[in-house]
């Protein structure tokens, strides 16, 4: 088992620091992982790039603590990352903080917690002398309407009640409360008609094989033994769909992610900034439902934080978003579609000065 995780800092240290692992986060501590420990008198956050049985310096200082529970670049992020830092000609911590979205970065960033309420699973017995109060049954009506229970807050808005029948009838053994995570869902208070795929005309149904038989030839890649450079992209891992305007392209794109889901990999859908509009979004959300997760600019930080970890414990296999969703941790990604690929929003203009698209094949 490992000793020595090598740390890359979110500060520009400029190299790659060793930290002694201590035993009783051993068995938690793997290459993606991020982490806090001490840099000089601060502590500070770093991603494990790394992991050895020896250090070359003796004295090593122990790492701190995990900065969350699982890992949160992949291999294959890392290495991506590496590629990035060196042919854009950027430091590595610049191209690992453009793949990890500071919402996910931040020391104290966390789920939204509220508190949840339900109906016991068995009623107390008790005398007639302690039968509910009027605001006490309106409570316990309004939830035997909802067997999963609700969120306390939703409980006394709807009912014009406040939390002090709630917390008697808990006392009394009639209701559970526990604090749950709410999600903060940038698509929420949204009605979408579910659509069916669309009959193809021959020019789409030759274009949606040639991408089927790409997707039939994938193989999960090898584990990774440490970051390092990716490989240039075969020319057959990219496909370039030609059309203009209106000429079927995204029922292309549509039907193509339809068959990554039946192989059960995920998707990545590259839009435009500009062309990130609702009616965008709700094209594929009318396809695909609560499969599909978005990041882009006009999100909040939390609604960014939880549709990341929504995509990384794959809650959600399909993003739909602007260039930085190309860093997204979907789960055996299996396609990556650049929309307009020639537009110019897909260049960042501050470091790392990076291509969507070209990352986009190189992930590929």
Known sequence: MAGVARVLMDAKVGKRLDYAIPPALADRIAVGSRVVAPLGKRETQGTVVALADRSDFPNLKPILSLAGEEAALSPALLDLCVWMADYYGAPLETAMRTALPGAVRKQNASFRRRIRVRLADAPPAVPPARAPTAKQQAVLDW??????????????????????????????????????????????????????????????EAALNMVRERLAALRDPAPSEGP????????????????????????????????????????????????????????????????????????????????WHRIRRGEAAIVVGARSAVFAPVRRLGLIVVDEEHDTGYKQDEAPRYNARDVAAMRG
């Open 143 to 204: 939830l035997a309407t909802r067997p999963d229970g609700a969120w306390l807050g939703d409980l006394t808005r709807e009912t014009n009640l406040t939390a002090a029948p709630v917390r008697t009838l808990e006392k009394q053994g009639w209701l559970v409360l526990d604090s749950a995570a709410d999600r903060r869902d940038p698509l929420a208070h949204r009605e979408i008609l579910p659509t069916a795929p669309l009959a193809l005309m021959p020019q789409q």
């Open 228 to 307: 390092k450079a990716p490989a240039a992209p075969a020319e057959d891992n990219v496909t370039l769909l030609h059309g203009v305007t209106g000429s079927g392209k995204t029922e292309v794109y549509l039907q193509a992610i339809a068959e990554c889901l039946r192989q059960e990999r995920g998707a990545i859908v590259l839009v435009p900034e500009i062309s990130l509009t609702p009616q965008t979004v709700e094209r594929f959300q009318a396809r695909f439902g609560e499969r599909i997760a978005v990041l882009h600019s006009g999100l909040s930080d939390g609604e960014r934080h939880d549709e």
